[in-house]
């Protein structure tokens, strides 16, 4: 399976790290052993001093696909779920700066982190899906698929055109304004239309 990842899908989130507004989605890929054990702790790693937590709402691909119309991108999910981005912060902007590629802060071992699927039908609307993240309880980041520059239909149309999509890869769609440090013994939990879709304690 493969993990493809959107950045910069939110204009409060690319305004909150002073990056440029793209012209066409940001994708990055994450390998399978960046996926975290149902019910295990996120262990910080110790080369980083900085790992952000980013919400994401993500889709699962239920069957093979390339070159898909955004017509038809509908068809190639039935589950919306969220998900966390963890990013090395620091390393990623040393990255950054040097003009190198982001995977070792994006894709190490344990950063995705993929909380339960509901099914796609029993939402009334994809384009207005309220999704927030708590921190011990207190609110951190709040989003809306409302918001996003380009749609899941989008980014399926756009991402297929360099990848086949395979039955069970993950896509994740980017995350709003709120990104934040974690500590050791914070508790994230994410809600998507109120409804309770991941827990995670920070070791």
Known sequence: MKIICIGRNYVDHIEELNNERPAEPVVFLKPDTAIL???????IPEFTNEVHHELEIIVKINKVGKYINKKFAHKYYDEI????????????????EKGLSWEKSKAFDGSAIIGDFIPKNSLDSLENIKFELTNNQNIVQEGNTNLMIWSI????EHVSQYFTLKKGDIIFTGTPKGVAKVAPNDVLEGFLNNKKLLRLQIK
């Open 37 to 43: 054990p149902k019910k295990t702790p996120f262990t």
């Open 81 to 96: 779920g969220l998900g966390i981005d963890f990013t090395a912060r620091d390393i990623q902007n040393s990255l950054k």
């Open 153 to 156: 239909d989008e980014l399926i």
